[in-house]
């Protein structure tokens, strides 16, 4: 049995990529930083717990751009003899942190508009309105930032929903408190607030659920198992695939290792060039990192089938 062992450590995404994703996180964290403040002084201003709540999550934004860039420098760090990985993972264990972040705020502002409908309180609709507004274009830039890398990082996918629906949500906001002014019906303030936490929940748990399976080395999203294995077994040379094994080394980078069961009477050069053939595939289902080892065996040997 014959074996031969390909470390692979090229990258799917270039430093453009990443250097766009990271001028997208500061300039969105530096605009709603500036939102936040305002929103908050206005919130508590004109009581408008819709206020509150919106600026509430806007200000776990800030924390989740903060913490993406900072997870994403991190990622750059060279490796180490403690962690041959580097610091990639970081940008993981950011994406699960910002999810359990906004978990805490939907609790927050579930809370806090129960107590509204229980104990009302009068609202400045009209300027809540023009308040809201201007979260609307704040949003909306802060989500174009991050439009072009959204499918290519989690961490930007988080971020372009979260700033998305807050558009949407500002919205809301806009439209209740030009109804409040007209209507002067106040409790539509603590139902938009529980409108907010009912859209947060939805793009919140399927940041959790990718985060999760991510942090336990699942597959990651938008790679087919059965699509990889199809590809490797069509290279010329492959007669079968096991022993494969596919994590996410970071949000932006993924990694696999097989054993490629090849044909007997293959040459080196063919062998090479088969290998290639694979690592040319691999990366055409995101696959950056590969880690090929090569058997050839009799047609009766268990190695030739599945493990």
Same mark, same amino acid.
């Given at each position: ?19 766009? &994703? ?39 934004? *800030? ?15 060279r ?6 990985y ?11 942190? $910002? ?5 805490i705020?939907?609790?927050a ?23 809201a507004?201007?979260?609307? *274009? ?13 499918e290519?990082?989690l $961490? ?11 558009a ?6 806009v *439209?209740?408190?030009?109804?409040? $002014? ?13 409108? *907010?936490?009912?859209? &947060?929940?939805?793009?919140t748990?399927?940041l959790?659920t ?14 087919d ?13 492959v ?7 596919i ?6 980078? $993924?990694?696999?290792t ?25 990366e ?21 089938? &599945?493990?």
């Amino acid at each position: 049995m014959a074996h031969d062992h390909h470390d692979h450590a090229g990258h799917s995404h270039g430093p453009t990529v990443l250097t766009s &994703i990271n001028r997208a996180l500061i300039i969105g964290a530096i605009l709603n930083a500036g939102y936040v403040v305002v929103e908050f002084a206005l919130g508590f201003y004109y009581n408008s717990l819709a206020l509150i709540a919106d600026a509430g999550h806007n200000l776990s934004d *800030v924390a989740s751009l903060l913490l993406s860039l900072l997870a994403f420098r991190l990622a750059r760090v060279r490796q180490t003899p403690s962690f041959t990985y580097g610091y990639r993972k970081s940008t993981v264990l950011a994406s699960l942190t $910002n999810a359990v972040i906004l978990l805490i705020t939907i609790g927050a502002i579930f809370w806090e508009s129960i107590q509204r409908f229980r104990h009302p309180e009068p609202v400045a609709g009209g300027s809540v309105a023009w308040v809201a507004a201007v979260g609307i *274009v704040v949003n909306t830039v802060s989500a174009l930032l991050f439009f072009r890398n959204k499918e290519h990082d989690l $961490n930007a996918k988080g971020a372009y929903l979260h700033l998305a629906i807050d558009a949407l949500v500002s919205l809301g906001v806009v *439209v209740a408190g030009v109804l409040i $002014n007209y209507t002067g019906w106040t409790w539509l303030d603590p139902v938009i607030g529980i409108l *907010v936490a009912i859209i &947060i929940m939805g793009s919140t748990w399927r940041l959790l659920t990718d985060s999760l399976r991510l942090s336990m080395d699942g597959i990651p999203a938008g790679i087919d198992l059965a699509a990889v294995l199809a590809d490797l077994r069509a290279v010329a040379g492959v007669k079968d695939v096991h022993h494969v094994h596919i994590w996410a080394m970071s949000t932006t980078e $993924n990694a696999l290792t097989a054993h490629l069961v090849l044909q007997p009477g293959l040459s080196d050069s063919q062998i090479v060039s088969l290998k290639h053939d694979a690592r040319h595939r691999l990366e055409h289902q995101k696959i950056s990192h590969a880690t090929l080892e090569t058997e050839i065996v009799a047609e009766d040997d268990c190695a030739t089938k &599945i493990c």
